[in-house]
């Protein structure tokens, strides 16, 4: 097939991203679509046994078929480039192949040796450990690859809004650095995490997503409006939320802070 040769004039122009408090959270609010829209398509599917399957034998990756997928699919798309953007960060960050994509000016907008925290080994662990089990049915329907391919979907969706707390910690850092400075140097966790926290923030945020999965989960019919709860992910939703994500992500909020004079 032949690549799209249409170019616009926009095609050029660089676009800085503005980062403010505001335009993080309605990110992390947008984030939230694409989160609970993921755990709508796992659903669909049961376990179909993740863990025992061997792919790519011989000289390739012996692994799982969970690893071996998330290992290549990522390999092709930092090839096409997709780890060039800060708010991306891979699963398997070893012998990733370099992007092969034109170069883009992304924004340069996070500080210090914070930059490049990845804590997706804990999301992993965390997903197939104890979300994966909350929500999905044990069974094989054979779907097996397309199951991954949902468990991929999901888990860099995830990844992406627990590491955009790094943008997150930036813009409070440069709204108040008098507040953050001394708590920096003096490296107290605790204070950090306190002056980043809001409660009432958090709360919100979890009514949201409740909200949305029970809208986003309901059957749409020609015949009635809106019908009883297809996928029963809301409950699911909020939680992932409370327990994981937004602790996660203030975990890396408070990492990067640690690291953002050095
Ligand atoms: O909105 C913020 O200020 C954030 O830091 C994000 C977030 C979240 O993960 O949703 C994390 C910490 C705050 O307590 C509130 C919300």
């Known amino acids: 097939m032949d690549p799209i040769k249409f170019r616009c004039k926009e095609c050029h122009k660089r676009v800085e991203a503005q980062y403010t408090l505001d335009s993080v959270r309605a990110s992390l609010a947008r984030q939230e ?79 210090g040796a914070g930059a490049s925290i990845n804590i997706n080994k804990e999301i992993w662990e965390v997903y197939f450990h104890e979300l994966i089990p909350m929500f999905i049915k044990c069974g094989d329907d054979g779907n097996h690859a397309q199951s991954v391919l949902a468990d991929l979907t999901l888990l860099q969706a995830i990844s992406r809004r627990i590491h955009y707390g790094k943008f ?41 997503v409740e909200r949305k999965a029970t809208v986003f989960g309901q059957e749409v019919s020609l015949e009635y409006d ?15 939320y409370k327990k994981y994500l937004i602790p996660l992500t203030k975990k890396v909020q408070v990492e990067y802070l640690l690291k953002r004079l050095d």
Do not use: W
């Open 33 to 111: 679509d694409t989160i609970i829209f993921a755990l709508i398509e796992r659903a669909k599917f049961p376990l179909n046994n993740f863990g025992h399957n061997r792919l790519f034998g011989s000289d390739e990756y012996i692994g799982s078929m969970i690893n071996g997928l998330v290992l290549k699919t990522e390999a092709v798309q930092s090839k096409a480039g997709r780890y060039i953007n800060p708010e991306e960060n891979p699963f398997f960050p070893e012998n990733l192949p370099p992007s092969a994509a034109p170069d883009y000016p992304f924004s340069e907008f996070l500080q």
């Open 168 to 208: 997150v910690a930036e813009v409070k850092f440069r709204e108040s650095p008098k507040i953050y400075e001394p708590l920096i140097r003096a490296k107290d966790s605790e204070g950090l995490m306190d002056e980043l926290s809001s409660e009432s923030v958090e709360e919100r945020v979890v009514k949201r």
């Open 226 to 240: 809106v019908s009883g709860d297809t996928y029963m992910i809301n409950s699911v939703a909020s939680k992932l």
